[in-house]
C-alpha cells in the first residue's frame, strides 16, 4: 500500500486550493485516508499549521486527527539524523517546524515496507544551504508529488 505523508505546505494549499464550498468533502475523505491509513500525519503539524493556516480549516482538520488514528510519528533519533542531513531551518530561527519530523516519518514509513509518497508545496530555497522538503526527500529517494496532483489522482478534487 502507498502511504502520503503531506507536510504543513501541503495541507495549507489545500485550503488556498479548494473553494471553501468545497472543503468539507475534500477534508472528509482525507480523513477516511487517515483512518484507512493510506494518509500519516505527524503530530507537528498541528503546531506549524496553527501560524501557517491562521488556526484555518487545515488546522482543525489536523487538530481534529490527532485524537484519532493520527500517526505515532518517528522515532526522535530518527528525527536527529534527518535534521544532521538535510538544512532545513536557518537555526537562528527558533519556531518549530514540523519538516524534519514529516521526513522522519516517511522514511520510517518506509523501512516498515510501505510505499511513500512525500505531499508538499515546499519545492525550492533561495538561500543555500537551506534545502527544500522536496529536495530533502527526493536525495533520500522518496516520492513526491504537489497537493494539486495529490488530490486529482486520488481523486478528491480537481481544478476546473
Not at 514509513?109 to 515546499?122: A, N, Q
Request: hydrophobic fraction near 40%.
Amino acid at each position: 500500500m502507498t502511504v502520503y505523508v503531506p507536510d504543513a505546505s501541503a495541507l495549507a494549499e489545500v485550503e488556498r486550493l479548494v473553494p471553501i464550498d468545497e472543503h468539507p468533502p475534500v477534508f472528509f475523505a482525507l480523513a477516511e485516508m487517515i483512518q484507512s491509513e493510506e494518509l500519516a500525519l505527524c503530530e507537528q503539524l498541528c503546531t506549524e499549521l496553527e501560524r501557517v493556516s491562521n488556526k484555518g480549516q487545515a488546522h482543525l482538520f489536523v487538530k481534529q486527527g490527532k485524537g484519532q488514528s493520527l500517526n505515532r510519528g518517528a522515532d526522535y533519533n530518527r528525527v536527529r539524523v534527518v535534521m544532521a542531513r538535510h538544512q532545513f531551518i536557518d537555526p537562528m530561527d527558533h519556531r518549530e517546524y514540523c519538516a524534519p519530523y514529516v521526513l522522519a516519518q516517511a522514511l520510517e514509513l518506509r523501512d516498515e515496507g510501505h510505499r511513500v509518497v512525500v505531499i508538499t508545496e515546499d519545492r525550492f530555497r533561495k538561500v543555500p544551504p537551506l534545502v527544500s522538503m522536496a529536495q530533502a526527500a527526493e536525495s533520500e529517494q522518496l516520492a513526491t508529488l504537489g497537493t494539486a496532483a495529490f488530490l486529482g489522482n486520488k481523486g478528491i478534487w480537481s481544478e476546473r
